[in-house]
């Protein structure tokens, strides 16, 4: 409120004329969505608005002796799509590390092997035999295409079956495998009819274990037969408790499950004294999940286990169990259980300030930093700092690409922008801030208006390497806080709130992102997008002058990479006296080239100007300062 009364945006230099209510560029494939009316420029799903669903009822058997992971599932597939499906593209994730197939990541020799055997097909009452069968069915890198003899046809279902095997990897973790020889993250193990959708049609992009997923909503029933003496961890909730863990873990999961206190669920005590597992344990253990877009699970036998829970909806008091399951050696995570507490707590009701959405969030102490629906695979961490940071962003996720049905394959940062910007709002509140203000900042910095540069629009499965990351975390990252202070808090959360509610459990593309926005806080920001999300405009703000006005100063800043920032200015007096004057990113609307802003101090008491602060990104910051001669 200060600058309404201090500081004034007096006049306008430079104007080149752009309108406001200017149209974003709609590639075809959107174009022909919008035709169809299954998008809306509402931000809402259109009335002809599908997707597919997939029904997963899964049997899997994992012996950590022999790393072979079989399983048996039934498929129930909703085609709700107007199209007949000729063919129906299935995914097998475990063949990135198969012999001869494309990959972007490194996997050692030792790791690669003959990918998925597959010991029965049947889809409808088909049987399939015979994978290399062009066009009828055929594997091609990490996909396997079948063209039924009866396509599936619009608003009809269809049943697959199918039972497979392979080797799952020791070393070379890719999001899943082995994390030592008695503890085991297991990701994408399960074979996963892709994606056909009202913009792209089939998704056809072969997993290359960089870009990320882009999975259908279903319903999940899976049963994980391991040898009785571990302890598994999974998606979903746990259906048979009872038949495996012992009556004193039982207890203090019960306990945990209404306790703000964290619970020792399995201590190193539990262990000596044979108490974490029934002497008659079954070894199966079985979780459903509704709705959800994946499923993970993760074993061990030595892990300790702390759980709390979270009031995560204060109008139904529903609360959700925070976990973390780690190896006793690794200290850093006796307090990764209250930092996922901690976690849960601030994204329900702070930022996005939305209820959690799902009964549980498990982190598992892992090889890697990644997400999957209730569940995170994150390796141990040096310092505290460290260990806060990653386990907001990789909880934070389960917004945005998991409640939301993310295309992170070809947006990613639709979802790890807001990764990003919820790691570097949430950690501050655990005492652990950003270096950078917002995680990533620098990178995207770096690489803006480079030759490296791509408009944030881009489909990232086209590029990868810096520009993917600076683009989708840090760009992305100070683009949300960018449009948050544009907003102000209040319409800010009502826009974010509308694309939520607009598109939970859906397939938003940018477009129904900007749109919900528009609408939700009743403005047309098509600008913003415009050079945002479209141009190569970059970060660069500079001071050009500071001018002698008799009791007043001017200072002319000049935005020289014509990216809309906000124009934050730290006033230095020649008294030591600090005052600031701050003006949204909306002063550069109109494309101007410069503004005045008027300090009302006279000139003689100025003793240094400094443009910026740590969570707006500028690429050149030597032209920033101002210094009194
Ligand atoms: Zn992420």
């Not at 092997?113 to 890198?141: C, H, K, L, M, W």
């Not at 997993?207 to 571990?230: A, H, L, M, R, S």
């Not at 124009?567 to 030591?576: A, E, P, Q, R």
Request: aromatic share 16%; proline share 5%; glycine share 6%.
């Amino acid at each position: 409120m200060k600058m309404f009364f201090t500081f004034f945006v007096s006049c306008l230099l430079f104007f080149s004329g752009f309108s406001q209510s200017q149209q974003l560029f709609n590639n075809t494939n959107i174009k022909e969505a919008y035709e169809k009316g299954t998008r809306s420029p509402s931000g809402k799903p259109g009335k002809n608005y599908w997707e597919n669903h997939a029904d997963y009822n899964i049997q899997v058997n994992f012996d950590p002796a022999t790393r072979l992971l079989h399983g048996h599932e039934t498929i129930v597939y909703e085609n709700n799509s107007p199209d007949s499906l000729n063919e129906i593209i299935f995914r097998l994730y475990p063949d990135l590390y198969k012999k001869g197939v494309y990959r972007q990541s490194h996997i050692a020799e030792k790791d690669l092997g003959d990918g998925v055997q597959i010991e029965s097909f049947t889809i409808g009452n088909e049987q399939i035999r015979n994978f290399n069968d062009r066009p009828n069915a055929y594997r091609d890198n990490i996909l396997l295409i079948i063209k039924p003899s009866q396509a599936v046809l619009p608003h009809s279902k269809t049943n697959c079956e199918i039972s497979w095997n392979y080797k799952v990897n020791t070393g070379s973790p890719v999001r899943t495998g082995m994390v030592d020889s008695t503890s085991y993250f297991i990701a994408y193990f399960f074979p996963r009819i892709a994606v056909y959708d009202d913009v792209d049609g089939w998704d056809t992009w072969s997993y290359n274990g960089t870009q990320e997923f882009y999975n259908d909503f279903g319903n999940f029933n899976v049963e994980i037969n391991v040898p009785k003496k571990y302890v598994v961890w999974a998606t979903g909730n746990r259906e048979n408790s009872a038949d495996n863990l012992s009556e004193n873990v039982l207890n203090k999961f019960k306990e945990a499950s209404v306790s703000e206190k964290i619970i020792h669920l399995i201590d190193s005590t539990d262990y000596h004294r044979k108490d974490v597992l029934k002497n008659n344990a079954t070894g199966d253990w079985k979780f459903s999940a509704k709705n959800v877009t994946d499923f993970a699970f993760a074993l061990s036998d030595h892990y300790l286990w702390d759980a709390s829970s979270v009031v995560v909806d204060s109008s139904t008091g529903r609360r959700t169990l925070a976990e973390a399951a780690y190896n006793p050696i690794h200290k850093d995570y006796f307090d990764v259980g209250n930092q996922a507490h901690q976690t849960i707590f601030y994204t329900s009701h702070f930022y996005p300030d939305y209820p959690f959405p799902f009964n549980h969030e498990t982190v598992f102490d892992g090889t890697d930093q990644m997400e999957y629906p209730m569940m995170v695979n994150d390796n141990p961490t040096p310092t505290h700092k460290d260990a806060v940071q990653l386990t907001t962003h990789e909880i934070f996720h389960s917004y945005f690409p998991f409640f939301m049905g993310i295309n992170e394959t070809q947006y990613a940062w639709m979802d790890e922008g807001w990764a990003t910007i919820g790691e570097s709002v949430i950690s501050p509140k655990m005492g652990e801030p950003e270096d950078e203000g917002i995680f990533s900042k620098t990178r995207f910095e770096n690489i803006s208006g480079t030759n490296q540069d791509v408009p944030l629009i881009t489909n990232t499965k086209e590029y990868g390497g810096a520009p993917y990351l600076a683009n989708s975390y840090g760009k992305a990252g100070v683009c949300y806080y960018v449009l948050q202070d544009l907003l102000g808090d209040k319409l800010y959360f009502q826009a974010l709130h509308q694309y939520i509610n607009n598109w939970h459990g859906k397939h938003p593309t940018p477009y129904d992102f900007f749109y919900s926005f528009n609408n939700g806080s009743g403005q047309n920001l098509n600008w913003f997008w415009q050079r945002w999300f479209f141009g190569w405009q970059y970060p660069d703000l500079a001071i050009k002058k500071v001018e002698n006005k008799g009791n007043a100063a001017h200072v002319i800043v000049e935005n020289k990479g014509g990216l809309p920032l906000p124009v934050y200015l730290t006033i230095i007096s020649k008294d030591g006296k600090k005052s600031i004057e701050k003006i949204t990113a909306e002063v550069w609307k109109d494309e101007e080239k410069e503004k005045i802003f008027t300090i009302a101090k006279p000139y003689s008491s100025i003793a240094s100007i400094e443009l910026g602060n740590e969570f707006i990104p500028d690429k050149y910051k030597q032209n920033n300062s101002w210094k009194a001669k």
